[in-house]
């Protein structure tokens, strides 16, 4: 039997695990690939989100025409940039025709304040200078809206212009041509095209021949969403990674929706065009659906290059591009050979749509902070937002007109100051009384030059503008009435700044008047005296807040003719009080506003007026501003202005500030004139703001002229002497009818006047008979001149006796009210009678 041997087991080594070691390698490389990609991944996913910025626009308020209405012929065609159209018979967007009955305009489509969209052809038949007939898309219509105008576009510290779009609002036309021109292998290739990658790679690399343009429409929106325009490896390689994790991440529509809204596309009005939907707008006035096929082929060429082939400035150029573009779509058999030669024949030509940036900008910027108070909305700039205004744009460009061509009259004319290098300047509120909308805003002379805004932030004083506060104070407490007599004497009052003594304008006094002639001629030592002796400046102070002033007053008696500091928004609060019937209008810019995506933004309601005077107050203190205008010291400056009209004038201590502060029952208006540096003008308020008020309003009257102020009840008028204040009797010379509260009528008949003829009887605020011919209509009433001898003060010095004056002042605060005169004349204490 043999041996067995023995074998010695020696361990062998374990093999390597090839398999987990390449499991390993390929976790570490995708890690390191997820790592890499995921940031530009996460840069993907935020493509929805950057490709429908746009800036935020302000709009005017909407004009509605309405069948059977006066409206200026040209009113539709105004402005927005419509066309005259008399060759296509089918009128485009944005055109117009004229018409043996009146005029067709085809409106482009916009935005309205509840989210929908107005637009569509129009056909206005007129009779005269009014719409006889109304029709909308072929039907009848009571009423038709037209597009509001644009007042300003929010842009970004980039200026760019934006009009984003959807597929179905471009034509299919621009869609091929843009495919055709540049990528038509867009539908099918997975975000890149390798022989257009190569060639250009091989061009970075060696810097030989000429620039190649491989990219895709993915890798240029990539470049343009994403990247910088640097001409590196780097660059590209980052490129071509994104432009494939996009094409894997959304479908093509989404893509070429997004290339639509973000390619370069030229500039305009200094800002940058992007996308079809600003291009088609700025070049030919069309939204992108409404072009046709020649334009459509003219923007698509211009992509290469929008300088040197833009239509507004190298037609040429713009017409040999368009041309290869429409030879591409034939090639590709995209558009009939038929529609191409059609096309071809068309000749390259622009109707342009201003890029607005700024056509009201004071009113802009206060637009800004109003959305921001009340609808919260801080990122106006490229967030997409629209801002529906309560401006009315015709009035807006009234006013500005008014302005300037005031400005320039007073600079023209003036004597005294010399122009500087700081201007003179204005400001100018106008506003709906019944709703608080402003309708005209100017904050300068020159927003290019100076943003600050004169009109809603400048506090300056309103000097004599601010006396119908004073008397509403008084009519509303029942102290005085338009025919109550005043002191208009030397007053010096002591103060806690030490003595005040008010003067005149026109440095001396008048005796006794009436509470209309105070306020008409703008006497300040009677109306101080009726703040202070009679009223209170508590009172006045409280009622002034209550009107509109908010900024904070101290109740010292110089207030009562002006000394305190307001901006003319809020003068123009107080006057729409005023005009409004006594219910305070809650002032507003806005009416609506919507989110980029077209739904409305709730923001805080607006308040409803409040009541802070009584109708019969505010149409007593209307009947005493109507007499500035017709027979004070604004006389005779509106005469050629159809309807009523009330205002007064202000003019502050050594002529710093000029104002003129007016209103009808359609619109108040406020107009302030002065230097930044609070300089003297030597201007007044009659001089520099009332001319420039009056040119507004002149602008701005209603087809119609203006309207009446509705008497409230409660009021009455009687015939009285306006030199006595009682009630007049065939003896009087001079009669005038006075408007009253009920139950403050004076009682007593005027005894100054025995076997004087008939009396002839004038309105209130007018002069009276006598003194109308032949005279102009700033000659002083009757009333007036008997003042200068003092002929009533005489009279009633002989029948009571002189009474000494304790430093100037009244004793008013000292007499029993139940000895006051129900006359109207003035008693011996000289207090106003109560009524």
């Known amino acids: 039997m043999a041996a067995i041997r023995k074998v010695k087991l020696v361990p062998t080594r374990p093999r390597p695990r090839r398999w987990g070691i390449l499991g390993a390698i390929a976790a570490i490389l995708l890690i390191a690939a997820f790592v890499g990609i995921r940031p530009y991944w996460r840069m993907a996913s935020h493509f929805e989100e950057v490709t429908f910025r746009q800036p935020s626009r302000l709009y005017a308020r909407a004009t509605r025409l309405f069948e059977g209405r006066r409206y200026p012929p040209d009113l539709p065609i105004a402005d927005e940039g419509y066309r005259e159209d008399k060759a296509s018979s089918d009128l485009p967007a944005g055109r117009y025709r004229r018409t043996k009955q009146g005029v067709d305009v085809h409106l482009r489509s916009f935005p309205l304040p509840d989210g929908s969209h107005g637009g569509g052809l129009v056909e206005i038949t007129y009779k005269g200078t009014r719409i006889a007939a109304l029709r909308q898309n072929g039907k009848p219509a009571d009423s038709v809206i ?36 540049e990528d038509e292998t867009f539908f099918h290739h997975a975000g890149i095209s390798p022989t257009g990658i190569a060639r250009a790679v091989w061009v970075d690399l060696t810097g030989k021949g000429r620039r190649q343009g491989g990219s895709t429409l993915t890798q240029q929106l990539v470049k343009n969403l994403y990247l910088t325009q640097e001409k590196t490896l780097r660059r590209k390689s980052q490129e071509v990674l994104l432009a494939v994790l996009l ?72 017409r040999e591009r368009r041309d290869w573009v429409l030879g591409r779509l034939v090639k590709l058999g995209l558009v009939p050979q038929a529609r191409v030669d059609e096309a071809l024949r068309e000749p390259v030509s622009v109707a342009p749509e201003p890029v607005v940036r700024r056509r009201a900008p004071y009113f802009a910027d206060s637009a800004a902070l109003e959305v921001s108070r009340r609808f ?21 460009k009234a006013a500005q007109e008014a302005v300037e061509t005031g400005l320039k009259q007073i600079d023209g004319g003036r004597k005294g100051r010399a122009l500087q290098a700081a201007p003179l300047q204005a400001a100018l509120v106008s506003m709906d009384p019944a709703t ?12 290019e030059k100076s943003q600050f805004d004169r009109a809603g932030q400048a506090q300056r004083q309103p000097g004599s503008s601010f006396k119908p506060i004073v008397y509403a104070a008084a009519f509303e407490a029942g102290k005085a009435s338009p025919a109550s007599f005043l002191d208009d004497e030397p007053l010096t009052i002591r103060t806690g700044a030490g003595l005040w003594t008010p003067k005149n304008d026109d440095g001396t006094s008048h005796g006794w008047v009436s509470a209309r002639t105070a306020l008409e001629k703008s006497y300040n030592l009677a109306t101080a005296r009726l703040a202070t002796e009679v009223v209170g400046m508590p009172r006045v102070v409280k009622l002034a807040s209550d009107m509109g002033i908010t900024t904070p007053m101290q109740p010292f008696p110089a207030m009562a003719l002006g000394a305190a500091a307001v901006t003319p928004l809020e003068m123009a609060t107080v006057y729409s009080t005023l005009a409004a019937g006594g219910a305070r209008p809650p002032v507003h810019e806005l009416v609506a506003v919507l989110d980029r995506y077209g739904k ?77 540096d609070n300089a003297k003008t030597r201007l007044s308020g009659a001089h ?148």
């Open 247 to 318: 094409d894997l991440r959304y479908p093509k529509t989404k893509i070429l929706e997004a290339y639509l809204n973000e390619i370069y596309l030229g500039g305009s009005g200094g800002v940058s065009l992007l996308g079809v939907g600003a291009a088609s707008r700025a070049y030919f006035g069309k939204d992108p659906g409404q072009l046709d096929l020649a334009e459509a082929a003219t923007i698509a060429g211009m992509i290469p290059s929008p300088a040197n082939y833009s239509p507004a400035t190298h037609p040429d150029r713009a």
């Open 600 to 676: 409305p933004v709730q923001g805080a309601p607006l308040p409803k007026p409040v009541r802070v005077l009584s109708a019969q107050t505010a149409y007593l203190v209307t009947s005493l501003l109507e007499g500035v205008l017709q027979s004070g010291t604004a006389a005779g400056a509106a005469k050629g202005i159809p309807g009523e009209l009330a205002g007064k004038t202000g003019t502050t201590n050594q002529q710093r500030d000029a104002w003129f502060a007016g209103y009808a029952p359609e619109r108040a208006t406020v107009v302030w004139v002065g230097y930044d």
């Open 146 to 181: 037209l597009d509001p105008p644009l007042l300003a576009s929010y842009y970004g510290p980039n200026l760019l212009e934006r009009r984003p779009v959807t597929l179905r609002e471009v034509s299919p036309d621009l869609i091929n041509s843009i495919v055709a021109a």
């Open 688 to 835: 520099a703001a009332l001319p420039i008020w009056v040119r507004f309003m002149a602008r701005v009257v209603p087809p119609g002229g203006y309207s009446t102020f509705s008497t409230p009840s409660g009021i009455t008028t009687a015939a009285i002497d306006p030199t006595t204040g009682m009630l007049a009797t065939g003896g009087c010379p001079s009669v005038i009818t006075e408007v009253f509260r009920e139950g403050e009528v004076p009682t007593r008949t005027c005894d100054m006047h025995d076997g004087a003829p008939e009396p002839q009887v004038a309105a209130a605020g007018e002069p009276a008979p006598e003194e109308r011919a032949d005279e102009p209509a700033a000659a002083p009433r009757t009333e007036e001149r008997r003042a200068e001898p003092h002929t009533i003060r005489n009279f009633f010095r002989r029948l009571f006796g002189r009474r000494d004056r304790d430093d100037g002042r009244g004793k008013a605060q000292d007499r029993d009210p139940a000895s006051q005169n129900d006359g109207g004349s003035p008693p011996p204490d000289r207090r106003p009678p109560r009524y």
């Open 376 to 396: 919260g909305v801080e990122d106006l700039e490229d967030g997409g937002y629209v801002l529906f205004s309560t401006l009315d744009w015709s009035g807006q």
């Open 436 to 447: 608080g909308g402003i309708l005209a805003y100017i904050g300068g002379r020159g927003y």
